[in-house]
C-alpha cells in the first residue's frame, strides 16, 4: 500500500481552534523544545532533475499544516522525504531534532504513519485487515502485544466511522470508504505524525469535506497536500506552497493565499475574500480567462 525559506512562522488563526469552527478540536500543547518533524534546506533529484530544492519547515505540535503548488512543484516527494522513505541528497530531516537517518526504520513506522494518493492491494483483503496492517511497525521478532494491537484496531475503526465496514471486501469499497479505511490502518500505527498525500482526490464536495473534518480532529501533527485552494484555508492552520521544488510563500492562509501569490505560483488571476469562510480563512474565486477571437484560438490570424 527555492532555497528553503522557512516556514517556522504565522500564529494559529484563532477560529482553528474555536468550539464550532470547521474541524474544530482541542489540538496538543506545542512542544517548548525542538520541533516533532522538522526539514532544514533538504534537496532531492530524479533522472539528474533537482525535484525538492532546499525545502525547511518545522511543525508545531497539534496543528495541520498544508502543502500546496501545482502538478510537478514536489509536494508528493517531500511527503516522502518527511516520512522518511526517500533519503534527501542534501540537508536533513528530524523528529524531536533527531535524524531520521540515525533512527531505524521501525521506530520511524511506529511514530510516522503516511495515507498516499492510491492504495491497492492485489490480496482481497477485508477492511478490518487492511486496518491490521498498520500494526505490523509494532510487533517484534519474539515478541508482540494481541490485546494492544485489538485496543488500536477497534479505536482506528470507531474513530474514523469504518466499524461497520470492517468484514467489507476491499475491492467493493467507494473511493470515499478506501481513504476512510486508509486513514485508519494508519491510525492503527498510533502515530503522532501524520502525512497524508492529496485525500481528496476523485472524491465529491461533501466527502471531501467530510474526510478533511475526520482530519481537523485527530490529535495528530499533520501535513496534508491538496490541490484545493478553498479546502486549505479551511481546514489547515498554516500553508507552504511550493514551486518548481522551492517554497513560494508560508505561512497562515489569510497571509499566502493572495492574489499575487496564487498568480505567480499558478498563473491564474484569483479574487480572494480575506474572510470568505470565517476569520482569517480566505476563499478564494477564480477568474476565467479572456475568451480568444475564434481565429487566434484555432492559430490562424485574421485576413
Known sequence: MSG?????????????GARGAPGARGAREPSAARPPLAAE????????????DGVSLALRAGETLGLLGPNGSGKSSLLRLLAGLRRPDGGAVALDGR?????????VA??????????ATEVDLTVEQVVRLGR??????????PAGDERAVERALLETGVAALRARRWRTLSG?????????????????????????????VRHQLDLL???????????????????AALFCDRLIVLRAGRVAAAGAPADVLTPAVIAAVYEVDAEVSPDGAGPGRPAIRFR?????PPAERSGHASR
Do not use: F, Y
Not at 476565467?288 to 480568444?292: G, S, W
Open 136 to 145: 505490523i511497525p509494532h510487533r517484534g521478532a519474539w515478541t508482540g502485544d
Open 288 to 292: 476565467a480567462p479572456a475568451a480568444q
Open 110 to 119: 511506529r511514530r510516522v504513519a503516511v495515507v498516499e494518493q492510491q492504495a
Open 176 to 204: 470515499g470508504e478506501r481513504q476512510r479505511v486508509q486513514i485508519a490502518r494508519a491510525l492503527a500505527q498510533e502515530p503522532r505524525e501524520l502525512l497524508l498525500d492529496e485525500p481528496t482526490n476523485h472524491l465529491d
Open 213 to 231: 473534518a475526520l482530519v481537523r480532529r485527530l490529535p495528530l501533527t499533520t501535513v496534508v497536500a491538496l490541490h484545493d485552494l478553498n479546502l
Open 99 to 107: 535524524e531520521l537517518r540515525a533512527l531505524r526504520r521501525g521506530e
Open 41 to 52: 534546506a533538504v534537496r532531492w533529484s530524479a533522472g539528474g532533475a533537482l525535484v525538492v
Open 4 to 16: 528553503g525559506a522557512g516556514a517556522g512562522g504565522g500564529a494559529r488563526p484563532a477560529a482553528a
